[in-house]
């Protein structure tokens, strides 16, 4: 039996999976993961093709579907959530695949974890760095006390330290792993590049610029439609989802939803794209994940509708109304405080700025709610 | 997720959940799903792709169903036998429901119709 450290072996599975058929190919074949030392053991052999996937299940000791038993897989190894499957046929012969969701949610959560390490860290550095700093400026020069609890603080900024820098290979090494498995691919440009110059030079475009939107996301989608109607084909929007493009062309009948997820992945896209919406609008940053999907429909058809189920719109409504206050009112709660308890006198200019900030917030919340109780209506 | 849970918050079944799963009798791809059940009620209902994508996801986490993917990266749904169970749950359900509307229906209809 040979054993082998690898201590990330479940950021970059792909990688691990690959280093697994690798090992097969030299005559060791996977026996067991032993997941508190993360270490592999293998078992010498003769060599062999094999190709192996790691898997991530909510549910402990789940059963494979029929249909990979069928393609020729097999479980070798179960501990916990995670499981090795391996199959033996070639490549061209296995007609299906275990999902990659499991680990993608998996992995998001170890990302999150060390993204709050991460900021706490560089926080903490902050403040010390700043104070040392400023001490260094002091007219008095700074005095060691000599104390033998000296080596307690050295050995707490080495785990900090290194903990810090742990945290910056996770971030990075999982976020790249987790854009490979859920394959998100960015949205298509209806028009070449060299064709918008031309058609701008041809005075057929128009730039209307919308901000905010996400907090009534309704008016928007009427908007867009509205828009079509009169002839002015949206083409395509900026990556902030701030400035849309339209070109002067001939009325259409479009739907439009704008829909948010709290998180996205290439099903989704698949299936939508499939049953005909095409995405105008992908946005990109960590915590708004919408997108804006496009249909378009003749007069004799019946207009499509992207949530057939009408609880799923409001329920829809309500997860971007939760998710919006719970981000605005932590922020909100702070700037109050600030102002109310500051130690420092904070002067009339940070007063009026810290006010307008919460105003702004508080009327985010309420038009997001607003949103939901006018989509809630719509229903009743 | 334990059967009792999943009964309770399944059953009885919204027409879009019970059609989703009654298409499964066969591993499908969402969008199959989609096409599947328009062909079952002869274009009565036709699923919206966001409304199939949230009950996927839920019934996923809840265990009714499991996903893997094909050779093009396709994902395919195959129901689990929790969620056959809970199925056969609510079909005896709609059984009796079919039988009783069989027996009282005649009651309803106006004299002379």
């Known amino acids: ?380 | 997720m334990n059967i009792d849970k999943v009964k309770k918050k399944y059953l009885p079944m919204t027409e879009t959940a019970f059609y989703i799963l009654l298409s499964l009798t066969e591993p499908r791809h969402g969008y199959g799903i989609i096409k599947h059940v328009d062909q079952l009620t002869r274009s009565r209902i036709h699923l919206g792709s966001g409304t199939v994508y949230g009950t996927l996801t839920k019934m996923q986490k809840d265990g009714m169903i499991m996903v893997y993917a094909d050779e093009d990266r396709k994902t395919v749904y195959e129901i689990t036998d929790l969620g056959k169970k809970v199925m056969i749950s609510e079909i005896s359900r709609l059984k009796e429901l079919h039988q009783n509307a069989i027996t009282y229906e005649g009651s309803f209809y106006d004299e002379g119709i």
């Open chain 1, 1 to 380: 039996m040979m054993k082998v450290f690898r201590p990330f072996w479940s950021y970059q599975v792909t990688k691990t999976e690959k280093w697994l058929s690798e090992m097969a190919r030299d005559g060791y074949h996977f026996v067991k993961l032993n997941r508190s030392t993360r270490c592999f053991y293998f078992q010498h052999g003769n060599p062999e093709e094999v190709i192996y996937q790691i898997e991530y299940n909510q549910e402990k000791n789940v059963q494979l579907p029929e249909r990979l038993l069928n393609s020729g897989w097999m479980t070798v190894f179960q501990t916990g959530c995670w499981s090795v499957i391996k199959n033996e046929n070639p490549y061209d012969k296995i007609a299906f695949y275990c999902g990659r969701e499991g680990i993608a949610k998996y992995n998001r959560k170890i990302l999150l974890a060390f993204g709050i390490m991460f900021i706490y860290l560089s926080f903490v550095y902050f403040i010390n760095l700043s104070f040392l700093t400023l001490s260094l400026f002091d007219s008095e020069p700074i005095k060691v006390e000599e104390s033998p609890m000296w080596f307690v603080t050295y050995t707490i900024i080495g785990i900090s330290i290194s903990l810090y820098l742990l945290s910056i290979y996770s971030i990075t090494s999982i976020y790249r792993a987790n854009k490979y498995l859920l394959a998100i691919k960015d949205t298509k440009h209806v028009i070449s590049k060299e064709n918008e110059k031309l058609i701008k030079k041809a005075g057929k475009v128009v730039v209307k610029r919308k901000f905010g939107w996400f907090y009534e996301a309704d008016r928007l989608e009427k908007w867009l439609e509205l828009m079509e109607e009169k002839g002015f084909n949206l083409y395509r929007v900026n990556r902030f989802g701030t400035t849309f493009y339209f070109q002067k062309g001939t009325p259409r009948k479009m739907k439009y939803c704008a829909d948010y997820q709290n998180r996205s992945n290439e099903n989704y896209f698949q299936l939508h794209r499939e049953a005909g919406w095409k995405s105008v609008f992908i946005s990109r940053t960590f915590l708004q994940k919408w997108t804006i999907w496009s249909r378009e429909y003749s007069l004799s058809e019946e207009c499509p509708q992207f949530y057939s189920d009408s609880s799923h719109l409001v329920k829809h409504a309500k997860r971007v109304a939760i998710t919006y206050t719970s981000l605005f009112f932590p922020l909100i709660f702070m700037y109050m405080w600030l102002l109310i308890f500051a130690s420092i006198p904070i002067g009339l200019f940070n007063v009026l700025v810290y006010l307008l900030v919460i105003i702004a917030f508080c009327t985010f919340i309420i038009k997001i709610w607003l949103y939901y109780f006018r989509k809630r209506k719509q229903i009743i």
